[in-house]
């Protein structure tokens, strides 16, 4: 079931990032069941248009976001995100959804192996390349 939601958040990310749009807020209690088994991304209310020239309502040391689930760029600097922060939240939130547990630094979990029990054997590369710290080491053109 974690999986299934997993790629239908990942589709509406993929879908969001097509036109310009990081989300910005990828956690659990954003994403609502359809009672068809359709996982929805909802609460687009923080999100940044890449492709406006509007200015930003994002100010200069203003966190948006929910901690656990944001990226580590995203926490130095609000401005500074693209699709693959919110491949951050994708991986943060599996980690929720399979384990029940949120943790603040996934991005650490090679160097604290805890975090990852629990977890099935074959998740956790993947979830690891998406919580990494660096963006570039995160997957950058597709979600899924």
């Not at 999100?47 to 976001?65: E, Q, R």
Request: charged share 25%; hydrophobic share 45%.
């Amino acid at each position: 079931d974690a999986l299934l939601i997993g790629e239908h958040v990942a589709l509406a990310l993929a879908a969001a990032a097509a036109v310009g749009v990081v989300h910005r807020d990828v956690k659990p209690a954003n994403v609502l069941l359809h009672p068809q088994g359709v996982a929805k991304l909802t609460d687009f209310g923080i999100a940044k248009d890449l492709d406006s020239t509007m200015k930003s309502l994002t100010a200069s040391g203003v966190g948006l976001g929910t901690l656990g689930y944001m990226a580590p760029e995203q926490r130095k600097d609000p401005r500074s995100v693209d699709p693959r922060t919110d491949v951050y939240g994708v991986g943060a939130t599996l980690y929720t959804l399979l384990t029940g547990r949120t943790v603040v630094d996934l991005f650490i979990a090679e160097r604290e192996p805890k975090l990852l029990e629990g977890l099935p054997d074959p998740l956790i590369p993947a979830l690891m390349y998406a919580t990494a710290y660096r963006p570039d080491d995160r997957p950058a053109k597709r979600l899924r």
